[in-house]
């Protein structure tokens, strides 16, 4: 158990339609990360938060967004969705993000089927 | 921008063998990460080097990083069935990038 929580663990919604995906750091960490992981591409870096502000954005497309609030848990949300969307959805954290402290601690992901 | 390579794809091996995954950066790196995912699981944690020519050894798993500091190694020593899962390298480019760019991983399938 990484500490990660991330709600909810699976999501099957339909083609055009909005969800939202939770995570909670572990204790302590500031920084939090949202990846999208599919079978042909990999570990694809979304967007970063540090501290309730974005820090890096990756390949996050314009029908995602995040944020990170005051308690330190984030949200992303995917609206307009499509069937390529299908994927897992990780969130990780770790205590700076950058330098010697940056290891991540990844929570169990979210599995989202568009149909 | 940044690009980190991880070759093997896959590698399959008799159980007792040895394995190794490389990863190679476009760009010097400030520090590179290792992960390991088990087949349903997410990545875990395991090492993260930052010195040139480091090299750090957990039990059976040796982890290189070169002195260019844009490539690194994973090597496993006698594999074991819970060995069984994909190893991701993660570079962290020098000059204040935040953001571990990910490999795309080794497979590692161990047959018994």
């Known amino acids: 158990d990484s500490g990660v929580t991330q709600t909810p663990k699976h999501l099957i919604t339909a083609t055009g339609q909005r969800v939202t995906l939770r995570c909670s750091p572990r204790?302590?960490?500031?920084?939090v990360y949202w990846y999208q992981q599919s079978l042909d591409q990999g570990l694809q870096f979304l967007i970063q938060?540090?501290?309730?502000?974005?820090?890096a954005k990756g390949n996050i497309l314009e029908r995602f967004s995040a944020q990170q609030f005051p308690d330190l848990h984030s949200e992303l949300n995917l609206s307009s969705l499509e069937l390529g969307d299908s994927a897992l959805y990780f969130c990780a954290s770790s205590v700076v993000g950058t330098g010697r402290h940056s290891e991540q601690f990844f929570g169990p992901g979210t599995r989202l089927t568009v149909l | 921008g940044q690009q980190v390579m991880q070759i093997p794809q896959y590698q399959h091996v008799q159980e007792g063998e040895d394995f190794t995954t490389y990863c190679n950066s476009s760009?010097?790196?400030?520090?590179i990460q290792w992960y390991k995912q088990r087949p349903g699981g997410h990545p875990v944690f395991l090492i993260q080097?930052?010195?040139?020519?480091e090299v750090k050894k957990q039990k059976r798993l040796t982890f290189q990083f070169g002195e260019a500091k844009k490539n690194s190694s994973l090597h496993i020593t006698a594999t074991q069935t819970t060995d069984v899962g994909t190893y991701f390298c993660a570079g962290q480019a020098s000059g204040g990038s935040y953001i571990p760019t990910f490999g795309r991983g080794t497979s590692l399938i161990v047959h018994p």
């Open positions: 938060y540090y501290n309730g502000e974005e820090r």
């Open positions: 080097l930052v010195k040139s020519g």
């Open positions: 760009t010097t790196l400030s520090n």
């Open positions: 204790s302590g960490d500031l920084s």
